[in-house]
T-cell receptor
């Protein structure tokens, strides 16, 4: 039973355009969400997080939106750059701030085309 | 701060052998986590420590797996009697510097285990 779902295994976007990565969750106890980026042969790198008390969080080119009623979150990258090509994982936690073990989706492979 | 480090980066072992991995967290982080990642999947939580106390274990952590964090600093993950199904990337993460309210987990590069 997958509690965090990333339904797009891959996404191709032109350089300079907006990349939108989506994530759905089923566990209503999740209250903290994170996005990680992973290059081959490296561990995941933390990008941005959002608490369930917010519906938006921004950090530079990255913005995460949370729709609690739909149990859906998305990561927007604007503008997309070649270095953004990587696998992106959505993760969720049922404890405030992600203090316990995280539940991850299967990832979306983002490819930025020149 | 240096990041999370893991040793070795790669391990090839024969089925039935025991293996041990080490993780050194970011200094002053008091929480340490172990995850396993197989091809095409996201990381799956195995266990975590707060200081030297092991606070949670996933059902994925069978009795062949044991983790320790003896002095609340580095941690080891041992797999006894390895099976081919144990082949995976084993990831370590750390979080939480006391005095902050930030729990984001920062990951090491992982140890890739291949069981032949």
């Amino acid at each position: 039973d997958q509690q965090v779902k990333q339904n797009s295994p891959s996404l191709s976007v032109q350089e300079g355009r907006i990349s939108i990565l989506n994530c759905d969750y089923t566990n209503s106890m999740f209250d903290y969400f994170l996005w990680y980026k992973k290059y081959p042969a490296e561990g995941p790198t933390f990008l941005i997080s959002i608490s369930s008390i917010k519906d938006k969080n921004e950090d530079g080119r990255f913005t995460v939106f949370l729709n609690k009623s739909a149990k859906h979150l998305s990561l927007h990258i604007v503008p997309s750059q070649p270095g953004d090509s990587a696998v992106y994982f959505c993760a969720a936690s049922a404890t405030g701030g992600g203090a316990d073990g995280l539940t991850f989706g299967k990832g979306t492979h983002l490819i930025i085309q020149p | 701060d240096t990041g999370v480090s893991q040793d070795p980066r790669h391990k090839i072992t024969k089925r039935g052998q025991n293996v041990t991995f080490r993780c050194d967290p970011i200094s002053e982080h008091n929480r340490l986590y172990w995850y396993r990642q197989t091809l095409g999947q996201g990381p799956e939580f195995l266990t975590y420590f707060q200081n030297e106390a092991q606070l949670e274990k996933s059902r994925l952590l069978s009795d062949r797996f044991s983790a320790e964090r003896p002095k609340g600093s580095f941690s080891t993950l041992e797999i006894q009697r390895t099976e081919q199904g144990d082949s995976a990337m084993y990831l370590c993460a750390s979080s939480f510097r006391p005095g902050t309210n930030s729990y984001e987990q920062y990951f090491g590069p992982g140890t890739r285990l291949t069981v032949t």
